[in-house]
């Protein structure tokens, strides 16, 4: 099982972006999809999950500003990231979950003016 985060990049305060987690394999519909970042000196810290079911779970910082969708269909989860600030600012790792874990390698955002 492979997991390819994508859409990192380098945003204006207020913008936004949409990271996509691509996993290889057959068992993305029976996952928890999950979102985590971790910012330069810190611990990596939950920022959103959604399990097979369609229950969701957002960090209270992130809540209003973040949407975490999946399409089981295309193995692909997403994280629509509205409104940034600069406290975004992290390597954001995709992992996917049910019994199993499997971790992304992490894209990059940066939120500066």
């Known amino acids: 099982v492979q997991l390819q985060a994508s859409g990192g990049g380098l945003v204006q305060p207020g913008g936004s972006l949409r990271l996509s987690c691509a996993v290889s394999?057959?068992?993305?519909?029976?996952?928890?999809l999950g979102w985590y970042r971790q910012a330069p000196g810190k611990q990596r810290d939950l920022v959103a999950t959604?399990?097979?079911?369609?229950?969701?779970n957002y960090a209270d910082s992130v809540k209003g500003r973040f949407t975490i969708s999946r399409d089981n269909v295309k193995n692909t989860g997403y994280l629509q990231m509205d409104n940034l600030t600069p406290e975004d600012t992290a390597v954001y790792y995709c992992k996917i979950s049910s019994g199993f874990e499997f971790w992304g390698q992490g894209t990059l955002v940066t939120v500066s003016s």
């Open positions: 394999g057959s068992i993305f519909s029976i996952s928890t």
């Open positions: 959604l399990t097979r079911d369609g229950y969701v």
